[in-house]
C-alpha cells in the first residue's frame, strides 16, 4: 500500500525546449517533504485515505491546541497545509502498509507520465457578466451600456429569476483542478516537480498533486515504441504468406 499523492506550492513558470527545438511551457513545483499525519480506515471511519501534511516552518502561535495535540500524539513536526490523499495498492504487489510518520517524497512520481493538480484560483474580486462569463457585452457604440447583463427574468412567467442564472458576482478563488498534466522531470535532490502547461493559483499557492486518475491513452505509432498495426493489412499479408 502507498499514498497517492503528495502537497506542494508552485514556485512559478518558465520554458524548456525538448529535442525537436519546440518550445514547451512548464511549470515547476515543490513537491514535498510531507509526513502522514493520520490513517483512516474504513473499520474506524468508513473509508480508506491517508492525511498528510507539508513539512514546513509553522509558528507555534500559529497552531491551535487541538492541533499541537494531533501532532504530539504521534511525535510529528508541526505543519499547517493538511490534506487527505488516496490509499492504493502497489502494483508490484508489496506486502507493507504506510503508518503514521512516514515521509512522502517527490520520488513517489517516478515512472509517472501524467498527474492531476488541484489548487486555489486566484481571487478576481466583484467581476461583471463579461469578465466572469465571458458575455459579448451590448453595442460599444455612444449612448449604449456595453458591459451589461441585459434581461434576466419574464414579465409574466415565471415572474423570478432562475436559481443558477449567470449574473455579476465574486470570481475566482475557488479549488480547480487540472487533470493530465505531463511530468517532464522530477528532481529528488531539491523535491521540485517540472509539469508542462500551467496549474491554478498564483506563486507560493498550495497545491494538491496526485497521479492522473484517468491518463490519456497514447496514440498507436506515436508512443516511440513502435508502429502503428493495421489488424486487417496484417490478416491478409499472414494468409498470402500461407
Same mark, same amino acid.
Given at each position: *500500500?502507498?499514498?497517492?499523492?503528495? /502537497?506542494?506550492?508552485? #514556485?512559478?513558470?518558465?520554458?524548456?525546449?525538448?529535442?525537436?527545438?519546440?518550445?514547451?511551457?512548464? =511549470?515547476?513545483?515543490?513537491?514535498?517533504?510531507?509526513?502522514?499525519?493520520?490513517?483512516?480506515?474504513?473499520?474506524?471511519?468508513?473509508?480508506?485515505?491517508?492525511?498528510?501534511?507539508? %513539512?514546513?516552518?509553522?509558528?507555534?502561535?500559529?497552531? =491551535?491546541?487541538? *492541533?499541537?495535540?494531533?501532532?504530539?500524539?504521534?511525535?510529528?513536526?508541526? %505543519?499547517?497545509?493538511? !490534506?487527505?490523499?488516496? #490509499? #492504493?495498492?502497489?502494483?508490484?504487489?508489496?506486502?507493507?502498509?504506510?503508518?503514521?510518520?512516514?515521509?512522502? /517524497?517527490?520520488?513517489?512520481?517516478?515512472?509517472?507520465?501524467?498527474?492531476?493538480?488541484?489548487?486555489?484560483?486566484?481571487?478576481?474580486?466583484?467581476?461583471? %457578466?463579461?469578465?466572469?462569463?465571458?458575455?459579448?457585452?451590448?453595442?460599444?457604440?455612444?449612448?449604449?451600456?456595453?458591459?451589461?447583463?441585459?434581461?434576466?427574468?419574464?414579465?409574466?412567467?415565471?415572474?423570478? #429569476?432562475?436559481?443558477? =442564472?449567470?449574473?455579476?458576482?465574486? *470570481?475566482?478563488?475557488?479549488?480547480?483542478?487540472?487533470?493530465?498534466?505531463?511530468?517532464?522531470?522530477?528532481?529528488?535532490?531539491?523535491?521540485?516537480?517540472?509539469?508542462?502547461?500551467?496549474?491554478?493559483?498564483?506563486?507560493?499557492?498550495?497545491?494538491?498533486? =496526485?497521479?492522473?486518475?484517468?491518463?490519456?491513452?497514447?496514440?498507436?505509432?506515436?508512443?516511440?515504441?513502435?508502429?502503428?498495426?493495421?489488424?486487417?493489412?496484417?490478416?491478409?499479408?499472414?494468409? !498470402?504468406? !500461407?
Amino acid at each position: *500500500m502507498s499514498v497517492n499523492g503528495i /502537497l506542494g506550492r508552485k #514556485v512559478g513558470m518558465t520554458q524548456l525546449f525538448d529535442d525537436k527545438g519546440d518550445v514547451r511551457p512548464v =511549470t515547476v513545483l515543490q513537491a514535498g517533504p510531507c509526513v502522514i499525519t493520520q490513517l483512516k480506515t474504513a473499520l474506524t471511519d468508513g473509508y480508506d485515505a491517508a492525511q498528510i501534511g507539508l %513539512v514546513e516552518f509553522v509558528k507555534d502561535s500559529r497552531l =491551535t491546541k487541538a *492541533m499541537k495535540g494531533h501532532f504530539e500524539k504521534h511525535n510529528l513536526p508541526p %505543519v499547517k497545509f493538511i !490534506k487527505e490523499v488516496a #490509499v #492504493v495498492e502497489d502494483e508490484e504487489g508489496a506486502d507493507w502498509s504506510v503508518k503514521v510518520g512516514d515521509k512522502i /517524497l517527490v520520488d513517489l512520481f517516478d515512472g509517472t507520465k501524467f498527474v492531476d493538480i488541484a489548487g486555489t484560483s486566484k481571487g478576481r474580486g466583484f467581476a461583471g %457578466v463579461v469578465k466572469r462569463h465571458k458575455f459579448a457585452g451590448g453595442p460599444a457604440a455612444h449612448g449604449h451600456m456595453f458591459q451589461v447583463q441585459g434581461s434576466i427574468g419574464a414579465s409574466s412567467y415565471p415572474s423570478r #429569476v432562475f436559481p443558477g =442564472t449567470r449574473m455579476s458576482g465574486h *470570481m475566482g478563488d475557488v479549488t480547480v483542478t487540472v487533470r493530465n498534466l505531463r511530468v517532464l522531470g522530477v528532481d529528488k535532490e531539491e523535491n521540485l516537480l517540472v509539469v508542462e502547461g500551467a496549474v491554478p493559483g498564483a506563486r507560493n499557492g498550495y497545491l494538491v498533486i =496526485t497521479k492522473a486518475k484517468k491518463p490519456p491513452r497514447e496514440r498507436r505509432g506515436f508512443s516511440g515504441e513502435g508502429t502503428a498495426i493495421n489488424p486487417l493489412k496484417a490478416s491478409k499479408r499472414a494468409a !498470402k504468406g !500461407k
